[in-house]
């Protein structure tokens, strides 16, 4: 996959799930504005890492449910390379309870990073694509946004309102080159899941067919196929990356 000439924005490309789509896409010769929540020295660690592979690469602190934040993030990645042709929605945040004890702030804070984030950052976009008559946005849903998952009513819904996003803007983007897709990662080995008990994850893995985690360059892969030129026929698309947990 080549990227060349192409600038791609990846949110949270500091660590996870985020880091190996910047690192797939700076091999494919993209030019990558990552940005990050706090983290700074993993975000830095993945700019450096996408230098190394030969691509330019910049790291930008930006809160996504901050919506002058991400104003600023894309006018920066926008004057520093000039356009941007790729948007991946990746930055993601769990904060799991039952709903009887689900506090209202977790509530709005999950669908604020998670939903309202992939919102704004396409809003924040998709002028400079319709522009160019090209662009390609991936946004990274859930298997839960699929299925639900006891504990996850907050995530569970920003991720399945990620796929009514993706499909609403996939349709309103179609004849301006710009095609909307998500992907719909399963059980990943990333520090997210490093946080779940043990009980939680052994009920994971057993409802994995493949009967195994999933790695983060495994989203990345069909990811960057998203993003490639190759995918201009692929539109308002969900592709499960689970091992087939969503069957
Ligand atoms: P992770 O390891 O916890 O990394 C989360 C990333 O998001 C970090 O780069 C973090 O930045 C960034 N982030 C969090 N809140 C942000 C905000 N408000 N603004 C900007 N960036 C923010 O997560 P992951 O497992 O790689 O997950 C990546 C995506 O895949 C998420 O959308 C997640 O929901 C989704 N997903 C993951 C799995 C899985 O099994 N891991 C499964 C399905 C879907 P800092 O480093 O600065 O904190």
Known sequence: MRFDQR???????????????CLELAAGGANVVLLYAGNEA??????AACRELGARATAIRCD???????????????????????????????RDNFLLMMRESDFDA???????????????VVHAMMKQNYG??????????????AGQANYA????????????????????????????PGFIATD???????????AALSQIPAG???????????????????AAYITGQVLAIDGGMSM
């Open 7 to 21: 600038t791609a924005v990846v949110t949270g490309g500091s660590r996870g799930i985020g880091r190996a789509i």
């Open 42 to 47: 993993a975000a830095e660690q993945t700019a």
């Open 64 to 94: 996504v449910a901050d919506a002058q934040a991400v104003k600023a993030a894309m006018k920066a990645a926008l004057s520093e390379y000039g356009r941007i042709d790729i948007l991946v929605n990746n930055a993601g945040v769990t």
């Open 110 to 124: 999950v669908v604020d990073t998670n939903l309202k984030g992939a919102f704004l950052c396409i809003r924040h």
């Open 136 to 149: 390609r946005i991936v946004n990274v849903s859930s298997v839960t946004g699929l299925r639900g998952n």
């Open 157 to 184: 819904a920003s991720k399945a309102g990620v796929i009514g996003l993706t499909k609403a803007a996939a349709r309103e983007l179609a004849q301006r080159g710009i095609t909307v897709n998500a992907v719909a």
């Open 192 to 202: 997210m899941t490093a946080a779940m008990t043990e009980p939680a994850k052994e």
């Open 212 to 230: 195994r985690m999933g790695h983060a360059h495994e989203v990345a892969r069909a990811v960057a196929f998203l993003a490639g030129e190759d």
